[in-house]
């Protein structure tokens, strides 16, 4: 028996967006451990484009963005199982109608929509799955690990990652009450992914992070999917209400004697 012991149970992954995503090396690890993954993605058109990638595997539409889709997916998946181990909330969408601003600029329309969609969907998602959670199941969320840095090529979303993160937090204070289920977070640093690409500046501020590293390189996505994993494994049963920050110790090394040297000839 794997230490993890994931075999046969079963879990919901959503947000899979291609095979570079997150939510797809969580869902494929959790398969390499024996456990049945179910997909939910955006549209249509989303789960056409991943026809390929998914194959034969059970995959719902839900656009996080409408309560009705989220009620929607909760009935569709009672009807056709009896349960579930945990969820994978790996979703996330900032409409930067007008371009990068200045944080005093952000527009409330866009503001309120991308916390919706990529903080506020958690609460709904685990109202609605809620009769379905097992009694010691486990839902993990995917944060970043940097809401405390202002980063202007970022634009809004740091807070709205720190709102994901608490909103966390609470959900599993509120179902202590009745139940065991978990909440957790995996607070990710910069990753090689296709909505990262999408950033204008990315690159530039990936390949600082990665000098800020410890061990002067970058975080893989699996290193992310691992931990996630591993919090939505009976392994990790202690740990819940955390953020937990996967990032090679990118916020320890401020001063690595480099990365001082550079700014300093820079500056």
């Not at 967006?17 to 959790?30: D, E, F, P, Y």
């Not at 005093?104 to 609460?123: C, G, N, P, W, Y």
């Amino acid at each position: 028996m794997s230490f993890l012991n994931l075999e046969n149970k079963r879990f919901l992954v959503m947000g899979v967006a291609n095979r570079k995503s997150v939510a797809w090396a969580i869902a494929r690890s959790l398969e390499a451990e024996g456990a049945e993954v179910i997909y939910s993605v955006r549209s249509e058109a989303r789960l056409q484009g991943l026809q390929k990638l998914l194959g034969e595997r059970r995959a719902y539409i839900c656009d996080v963005e409408y309560p009705e889709q989220i009620i929607s997916l909760a009935e569709q998946i009672a009807a056709a199982y009896d349960g579930l181990d945990g969820i994978v909330h790996s979703i996330a969408f900032a409409n930067y109608s007008e371009g990068f601003k200045p944080f005093h600029e952000t527009l409330r329309k866009d503001f309120l929509q991308a916390t919706a969609i990529s903080a506020f969907s958690l609460v709904e998602v685990a109202k609605a799955l809620k009769p379905l959670l097992r009694h010691e199941a486990s839902v993990v969320s995917i944060g970043i690990s940097s809401t405390d840095v202002t980063a202007e090529n970022y634009g809004y979303m740091a807070p709205i990652k720190a709102a994901l993160e608490t909103s966390s937090y609470n959900l599993a204070k509120s179902f202590s009450a009745d139940s065991r289920v978990r909440f957790n977070t995996v607070n990710a640093g910069p990753l090689k992914t296709s909505a990262s690409a999408g950033i204008p500046g990315y690159i530039d501020s990936y390949l600082y992070a990665e000098k800020l590293t410890f061990r002067k390189e970058n975080l893989s996505t699996q290193e992310v999917a691992n931990t996630a994993v591993f919090l939505l494994s009976p392994a990790s049963s202690g740990i819940n209400g955390q953020g937990i920050v996967v990032n090679a110790g990118m916020d320890r090394n401020y001063f690595d004697k480099s990365v001082v040297a550079d700014a300093m000839r820079t500056s």
